[in-house]
């Protein structure tokens, strides 16, 4: 009933920019915090929150070159990524924690899009 699906991944030179962005659609209520994952190869990190009134937190290795926003009357979250490393290579993923029903939360997903960032 419920998907999130992300776009906005791809190849970008060391310095650059990409801008993510992640739908949620079906049937919602409402959607508490939402956030930014990544996975690469040893590591999986927690990137970047916001709860559904707008505060933020972020991975140190990330403060002061993401930002992560989103649009409540859309159910859309976004990370702007500036001054990409190739350190941020990963596949990167959204989370939203849903409230499908008055009494149930969940957990979901987007499918991932891969960033990678070169030298």
């Known amino acids: 009933q419920v998907q999130l699906v992300e776009s906005g991944g791809g190849l970008v030179q060391a310095g650059g920019s990409l801008r993510l962005s992640c739908a949620a659609s079906?049937?919602?209520?409402?959607?508490?915090?939402m956030g930014w994952y990544r996975q690469a190869p040893g590591k999986r990190e927690l990137v970047a929150t916001i709860?559904?009134?707008?505060?933020?937190n972020y991975a140190d290795s990330v403060k002061g070159r993401f930002t992560i926003s989103r649009d409540n009357a859309k159910n859309t979250v976004d990370l702007q990524m500036n001054s990409l490393k190739p350190e941020d290579t990963a596949v990167y993923y959204c989370?939203?924690?849903?409230?499908?029903?008055?009494?149930?939360?969940?957990?979901?997903w987007g499918q991932g899009t891969q960033v990678t960032v070169s030298s």
């Open positions: 709860t559904s009134g707008g505060s933020t």
């Open positions: 079906g049937s919602i209520r409402m959607i508490d915090d």
């Open positions: 989370n939203g924690l849903i409230v499908v029903t008055i009494v149930q939360k969940t957990a979901y």
